[in-house]
């Protein structure tokens, strides 16, 4: 549903709403995750072109601390896009860091790994009904 106001972003700008998506990522790893949110996501409107999420990050919650396994990064984004919009995809295509660590080594240690995930997931919706 789309929706004039939404926290934190406030009021939607005339002729916009906000369509709001709550994402969890969980790799199969041990260690942390850290996702940059508008490389992520996006809604793609029917005529193709991508809105991309506002600035932010999609963290797990261990992100600054110890690593954890399967470390599920969830987070709720809205998304700006025109108030006619009925129906979109919304792209997911993880964009980030994850700390991968290593338990067969003499010492516990986590590596920074970059990394792209070659296709991205969509999620057609339809708000007319």
Not at 9 to 15: F, S, V
Request: hydrophobic fraction near 45%; proline fraction near 12%.
């Amino acid at each position: 549903m789309l929706q004039p106001y939404l926290e934190p972003g406030g009021w939607a700008a005339p002729g916009h709403a906000w369509v709001s998506c709550t994402v969890s990522v969980t790799p199969r790893i041990t260690g942390k995750t850290r996702f940059d949110v508008p490389a992520t996501m996006a809604v793609r409107l029917p005529a193709g072109q991508l809105v991309p999420a506002p600035p932010g990050t999609l963290a797990s919650p261990n992100a600054d601390n110890e690593p954890a396994a399967a470390p599920k990064a969830t987070a709720t984004v809205n998304l700006d896009v025109p108030d006619t919009t009925a129906v979109g995809t919304m792209v997911v295509h993880p964009f980030g860091a994850l700390f991968l660590t290593f338990n067969d080594r003499p010492t516990l240690y986590s590596e920074l790994v970059s990394f792209v995930v070659a296709s991205p997931a969509e999620l057609a919706f339809d708000l007319t009904g």
